[in-house]
């Protein structure tokens, strides 16, 4: 019912860009807030970056800041991550998630994750 699949990931020289997307469906996306997670090899998942329902709010790792540029289009239930000067260190599966409130704690549902690897 519910389904988020991200898609767009693949292989970068360091330096280089990437868009992520992650298409969504079975819930109301638009009254959801939205957020990316990375898991990198050997590490646990951790957040990276989250937008509200009107995408008027968001919030950044320091890691990303400057760097990724999370974004929404609710016409099409479309989150996007605009990732710039990628690092080696930014290697991971990157998964979407839908969660409610302006910052959530928990998040409901999450997609299957797209990988990232950014060699140097």
């Known amino acids: 019912q519910v389904q988020l699949v991200a898609s767009g990931g693949g292989s970068v020289q360091a330096g280089g860009s990437l868009t992520l997307s992650c298409a969504a469906s079975?819930?109301?996306?638009?009254?959801?807030?939205m957020a990316w997670f990375r898991q990198a090899p050997g590490k646990e998942r951790e957040f990276q970056t989250s937008?509200?329902?009107?995408?008027?709010?968001?919030n950044y790792a320091d890691s990303v800041k400057g760097r990724f540029t999370i974004s929404r289009d609710n016409a099409k239930n479309t989150l996007f991550l605009q990732m710039n000067s990628l690092k080696p260190e930014d290697t991971a599966v990157y998964y979407c998630?839908?969660?409610?409130?302006?910052?959530?704690?928990?998040?409901?549902?999450w997609g299957q994750g797209t990988q990232v690897t950014v060699s140097s």
């Open positions: 937008i509200t329902w009107a995408g008027d709010r968001q």
């Open positions: 079975g819930f109301t996306f638009s009254a959801y807030t």
């Open positions: 998630a839908a969660g409610v409130g302006y910052n959530p704690r928990n998040y409901d549902y």
